[in-house]
């Protein structure tokens, strides 16, 4: 999910498979040389979308990002502040005009992949897509500081701000990635999300879309005349698989190449007996939570009849024993999070107010609004309404699932029932942007900046998006607007951390984990880097030498 997705957490798997790749193939003697290979990414969910303002699932933002380009990348050091440590993608260059005035000049090589060049007017275009209600994306929220757009000539493009903040460089060159005006002009935005382009897209990326088989695998193949260099991998598809499990299983048998979450420590000790396999351990980017619905199942007009209370969502926060359930799952794979958000962003601050974990607590605090068991079959009830409700899990996340079961046994220890739904990624999602949910493990791996990903789950700008649990406090986001404009990265932090505060004490949500990111990749792949913001961002970097070449990275297909 958007791990929902926001940014939701997905297995994803690299498996070398014996196809076609585009070129550099020796016809029917097969593939020799520094452009060979194929790499199949298993996935527990295929995309919603392919239309980057509407994309909203961690595999359709990995699949996209090969297909579209931003202005500019994040380097290494995750940095969102300032433009120091930021790469050129379709922007060669950059220069800033006054405090308020970033201009961009694009790579005049880059091009669309029907052949037709990149322009000033598709960076103004795009802004003006993300931007527009009727196309609804969820991202505009975060381009709010943006006042305009405009082409000066074929290949500047001039951004002009409202204010100054920390992140404007940011915005400018990462929020969107930009789309071709010739092909999407014409599209009105209420018809963008159900347009053939979402499922057969032309991007300017180093890869391109081949095919698209509904709820079976998605092909990339390598464009060969990209501007920023030819991808040495020839081949990217995405595969389905039913779970963590069976993904290790097929790397382990020498079936698969890569795979990018190893989860728990039993996982990675299983993998680490494989001595074809390179471990790489990485920060982790995402965190889960257990989200309360503040309103009522499938009726947003009404508060939900046990959540809608703040006491109560306090209660069964404090009934949660974070760090049991971490050491049981992870080990010392992970962290208990301050907060949404995970160890790789710069407001992590383990100094944070939290609820503590304390039952005797929530037992009075639900006595004390009506919640006892009346009837002695060990469940709360008040007015006749007993104290369940019932927790939707996707069946793809083993940790998750794991969680689940878990909290559904602390829960029940001070009366309190919970039955679980474990659903497809696809049917969660739905039902969690319906609202058509009591609680929800979700899971997110969100945008490096505070200023977005916070203000796209926990306010109300992300209503139906990203905001499931439709939590809303003015304080908290009025709060949420100074951190996001204060000047300076330390003032930045601290009122970051004031806002994280106020969102404990509310509970909507109780933050479990953000784990330990342990990658597996077979040592015949050269140059592997894995950046943890977007694994698979530098994929077109990675390579197998031709001295290392197998059989199934020579096959030529049909």
């Known amino acids: 999910m958007p791990t929902a997705g926001p940014r939701c957490r997905r297995v994803a798997l690299l498996v070398a498979l014996s196809v076609l790749g585009p070129s550099g193939c020796a016809g029917r003697g097969g593939c020799a040389g520094d452009y060979c290979g194929t790499l199949i990414f298993v996935t527990g969910s295929e995309p919603d979308i392919l239309l ?62 029907d052949g037709q060049p990149v322009t000033a007017a598709d ?24 006042s305009a757009v405009t082409a000066r000539d074929s290949l500047t493009a001039v951004f002009r701000f409202r204010r100054r903040y920390p992140e404007m460089f940011y915005d400018a060159a990462c929020r969107m990635r930009i789309l071709p005006a010739h092909l999407l002009r ?98 982790g980017s995402n965190y889960a939570y257990l989200g309360f619905n503040l309103v009522a199942n499938g009726d947003t007009a009404r508060p939900h009849p046990i959540f809608g209370d703040r006491d109560v969502r306090r209660a069964l926060a404090m009934a949660v024993d974070r760090a049991h359930l971490l050491q049981s799952v992870f080990g010392d794979l992970g962290k208990v999070p301050p907060g949404p958000m995970p160890q790789l962003s710069w407001i992590w601050d383990p100094e944070t107010r ?6 005797a607590q929530a037992a009075r605090l639900l006595a004390a609004r009506g919640w006892r068991d009346s009837d002695g079959d060990g469940i709360r009830d008040r007015h006749g309404t007993k104290l369940a409700f019932r927790l939707l899990v996707p069946t793809t996340s083993s940790p ?99 806002a994280i505060e106020i969102l404990n004490g509310d509970a909507p949500a109780v933050f479990l984990y953000s784990p330990d990111n342990v990658a597996a990749v077979h040592s015949r792949v050269a140059d592997v880097r894995i950046r943890p913001d977007s694994w698979w961002a530098l994929v077109r970097t990675w390579r197998i030498p031709a001295d290392r070449l197998i059989d199934r990275d020579r096959a030529s297909g049909p």
Do not use: C
């Open 400 to 498: 998750r699932r794991q969680y689940a079961r878990l909290l559904q046994e602390q829960l029940r220890a001070i009366g309190a029932e919970v039955d679980i739904d474990e659903v497809e990624n696809s049917v969660l999602m739905d039902r969690a942007r319906g609202a058509k949910f009591d609680a929800v493990l979700g899971a997110w791996n969100p945008d490096l900046s505070p200023a977005a990903s916070i203000a796209s789950t926990w306010t109300r700008a992300g209503f139906g998006g990203s905001n499931w649990l439709r939590y809303a406090n003015p304080e908290f986001e009025r709060q949420v607007e100074r951190a996001s404009t204060a000047g300076g990265r330390d003032a930045a932090r601290a009122a970051w951390r004031a």
């Open 123 to 146: 960076v103004a275009f795009t802004f003006d897509a993300y931007t527009n209600p009727k196309v609804a994306s969820p991202s505009a929220h975060d381009l709010r500081w943006i």
């Open 354 to 359: 939290q609820l503590p974990y304390d039952t």
């Open 186 to 283: 014409s599209l009105p935005g209420e018809a963008w999300r159900t347009a053939p382009f979402g499922r057969a897209p032309v991007g300017s990326g180093p890869y391109r879309l081949v095919a698209w088989k509904a709820g079976e695998t998605i092909e990339l193949a390598a464009d060969s005349t990209f501007f920023l260099g030819r991808p040495h991998i020839r081949r990217l598809i995405w595969r389905s698989a039913p779970d963590l499990q069976v993904a290790i299983s097929q790397l382990i048998a020498n079936q698969a190449d890569a795979l990018e979450f190893l989860g728990p420590p039993d996982n990675v000790r299983r993998v680490r007996t494989a001595p074809q396999l390179t471990l790489y351990p990485y920060k």
């Open 52 to 113: 980057p303002p509407l994309t909203q699932t961690s595999v359709g933002r990995d699949i996209h990002d090969q297909i579209f380009l931003k202005l500019a990348d994040l380097g290494m050091s995750m940095t969102t502040v300032g433009d120091e440590d930021f790469q050129p993608l379709l922007a060669q260059r950059w220069q800033w005009n006054g405090p308020r005035t970033l201009v961009f000049h694009l790579n005049p090589r880059a091009h669309w992949q």
